[in-house]
C-alpha cells in the first residue's frame, strides 16, 4: 500500500461513520451509492471501490484488498470482520457476511447475489507453512460462491473450492473442491447429503398468510420482551407505540377480509395481497419484497426482524 493510501486507510478508521464515504469518493475515486453506511472504526481500501446502495460496513471492521473491492446493492458486512490480502473480494446484492469472520483474498473472492456467511467462516486462497524450498506444497486459488448460497456459522473453504447456486454448507463444515449447483452438503470433509430443491416448499397464497400471520406474532413477542416499543398485540389490529406516536400493523391477506382498522392511528400495512396498493405510505410487501421509502421506527425494526430472524430481503420501493 503507498503511503498515501495508508493515510487514507488511517484516516478512515478514526472519521464519524458520516464522513468515510464522502472522504472514499473524494480521496480514492470510490463509487458510493445512496444510503451506504461504514461503522466506527471500520476502514476499507482497493484498487477500485464500489460500494451499492443502502450497504452496511458495521463497526470494527479491516478490509484491506490488493485488487478491485466490490460490494453489491443492500449487502452487509458485520462487525469485526478482516478480509485482507492481495487480490480482490467481489460480494453481489443482498448478502451476508456474519461477525468475525476472516476472508483471505490472495487470490479472488467471488461471492453471489443473495448469498451469506454465518459468524467466524473462514475463506483462505493461499496455504503454505512449511518451506516450500524443502518440497512442502503451497496453495493459491481463488474461492467462488454463486448466487443463493449460505455458508453457516464457522464454515472453513479452502483455498480453489467453487460453491454452485442454491446450495447450503451447514455449520462447522469444511469444504474444498466443487460443490454442485442445488446441494446441502455438511461435515469434515463436507459430503453431499441432500438437495435444495427437495427441500422448499411450495407457497399458495393461504400459506403465505398464515407464515405472516406467524412473522408478525413472533415480531411482537420480540419487540415486547426487548422493550423496544410498547405493545399492544391483544387487540385486532395489533398495536405498538414508539415514541408519542401508536402505530397499528394491518395484515392484507391474500385469501381473507381486511380487519378493521383505526383512522386516528398511522397504520404499517404487511401486504400479501398481490397487486394491492396502500392508502398511506408506510408498509411492506411480502409478494414483492419492497418496503415504502417512508420511514417509522416500528416499520424499520420490522424490516430487519424479517432479514435477521427470516431471511426475508427487502428493497425500498423507489419514488416515481
Same mark, same amino acid.
Given at each position: 500500500?503507498?503511503?498515501?493510501?495508508?493515510?487514507?486507510?488511517?484516516?478512515?478508521?478514526?472519521?464519524?461513520?458520516?464522513?468515510?464515504?464522502?472522504?472514499?469518493?473524494?480521496?480514492?475515486?470510490?463509487?458510493?451509492?445512496?444510503?451506504?453506511?461504514?461503522?466506527?472504526?471500520?476502514?476499507?481500501?482497493?484498487?477500485?471501490?464500489? *460500494? +451499492? $446502495?443502502?450497504?452496511? #460496513?458495521?463497526?470494527?471492521?479491516? %478490509? =484491506?484488498?490488493?485488487?478491485?473491492?466490490? @460490494? /453489491?446493492?443492500?449487502?452487509?458486512?458485520?462487525?469485526?470482520?478482516?478480509?485482507?490480502?492481495?487480490?480482490?473480494?467481489? *460480494? +453481489? $446484492?443482498?448478502?451476508? #457476511?456474519?461477525?468475525?469472520?476472516? %476472508? =483471505?483474498?490472495?487470490?479472488?473472492?467471488? @461471492? /453471489?447475489?443473495?448469498?451469506?456467511?454465518?459468524?467466524?467462516?473462514?475463506?483462505?486462497?493461499?496455504?503454505?507453512?512449511?518451506?516450500?524450498?524443502?518440497?512442502?506444497?503451497?496453495?493459491?486459488?481463488? %474461492?467462488?460462491?454463486?448466487?443463493?448460497?449460505?455458508?453457516?456459522?464457522?464454515?472453513?473453504?479452502?483455498?480453489?473450492?467453487?460453491?454452485?447456486?442454491?446450495?447450503?454448507?451447514?455449520?462447522?463444515?469444511?469444504?474444498?473442491?466443487?460443490?454442485?449447483?442445488?446441494?446441502?452438503?455438511?461435515?469434515?470433509?463436507?459430503?453431499?447429503?441432500?438437495?435444495?430443491?427437495?427441500?422448499?416448499?411450495?407457497?399458495?397464497?393461504?400459506?403465505?398468510?398464515?407464515?405472516?400471520?406467524?412473522?408478525?406474532?413472533?415480531?411482537?413477542?420480540?419487540?415486547?420482551?426487548?422493550?423496544?416499543?410498547?405493545?399492544?398485540?391483544?387487540?385486532?389490529?395489533?398495536?405498538?407505540?414508539?415514541?408519542?406516536?401508536?402505530?397499528?400493523?394491518?395484515?392484507?391477506?391474500?385469501?381473507?377480509?381486511?380487519?378493521?382498522?383505526?383512522?386516528?392511528?398511522?397504520?404499517?400495512?404487511?401486504?400479501?395481497?398481490?397487486?394491492?396498493?396502500?392508502?398511506?405510505?408506510?408498509?411492506?410487501?411480502?409478494?414483492?419484497?419492497?418496503?415504502?421509502?417512508?420511514?417509522?421506527?416500528?416499520?424499520?425494526?420490522?424490516?430487519?426482524?424479517?432479514?435477521?430472524?427470516?431471511?426475508?430481503?427487502?428493497?425500498?420501493?423507489?419514488?416515481?
Amino acid at each position: 500500500m503507498s503511503l498515501y493510501r495508508a493515510i487514507i486507510f488511517l484516516l478512515l478508521f478514526i472519521a464519524p461513520p458520516p464522513l468515510k464515504p464522502p472522504i472514499l469518493r473524494i480521496a480514492c475515486g470510490a463509487q458510493i451509492g445512496r444510503g451506504v453506511s461504514i461503522g466506527w472504526f471500520s476502514t476499507l481500501m482497493g484498487r477500485h471501490i464500489s *460500494i +451499492g $446502495d443502502y450497504s452496511a #460496513i458495521r463497526a470494527l471492521t479491516i %478490509i =484491506n484488498c490488493g485488487g478491485n473491492l466490490s @460490494i /453489491g446493492r443492500y449487502s452487509i458486512i458485520s462487525s469485526f470482520t478482516l478480509i485482507y490480502g492481495a487480490d480482490g473480494l467481489r *460480494i +453481489g $446484492d443482498h448478502c451476508y #457476511i456474519g461477525p468475525q469472520s476472516l %476472508i =483471505n483474498t490472495e487470490e479472488e473472492v467471488r @461471492i /453471489g447475489h443473495r448469498s451469506a456467511l454465518g459468524a467466524r467462516c473462514m475463506l483462505y486462497t493461499h496455504g503454505s507453512f512449511f518451506p516450500y524450498s524443502e518440497g512442502y506444497w503451497v496453495r493459491f486459488a481463488p %474461492i467462488t460462491i454463486g448466487n443463493r448460497v449460505w455458508c453457516a456459522t464457522g464454515v472453513f473453504l479452502h483455498p480453489g473450492t467453487t460453491i454452485g447456486d442454491n446450495s447450503f454448507v451447514n455449520s462447522r463444515s469444511v469444504v474444498s473442491g466443487e460443490i454442485p449447483p442445488d446441494s446441502i452438503v455438511e461435515g469434515n470433509p463436507a459430503r453431499m447429503i441432500g438437495s435444495m430443491s427437495r427441500m422448499q416448499r411450495t407457497i399458495t397464497p393461504r400459506r403465505l398468510d398464515a407464515i405472516a400471520e406467524q412473522m408478525l406474532h413472533h415480531f411482537l413477542v420480540i419487540t415486547a420482551t426487548q422493550g423496544t416499543f410498547r405493545v399492544w398485540s391483544d387487540r385486532s389490529p395489533p398495536k405498538v407505540q414508539a415514541g408519542r406516536h401508536i402505530y397499528q400493523l394491518v395484515l392484507i391477506p391474500a385469501t381473507d377480509d381486511i380487519a378493521t382498522i383505526d383512522p386516528t392511528n398511522p397504520t404499517i400495512w404487511l401486504i400479501c395481497r398481490p397487486g394491492w396498493s396502500p392508502p398511506s405510505g408506510l408498509w411492506l410487501n411480502l409478494t414483492t419484497n419492497r418496503r415504502s421509502m417512508h420511514r417509522a421506527a416500528p416499520l424499520d425494526a420490522l424490516c430487519t426482524f424479517l432479514q435477521r430472524y427470516y431471511g426475508i430481503q427487502l428493497e425500498y420501493e423507489e419514488e416515481r
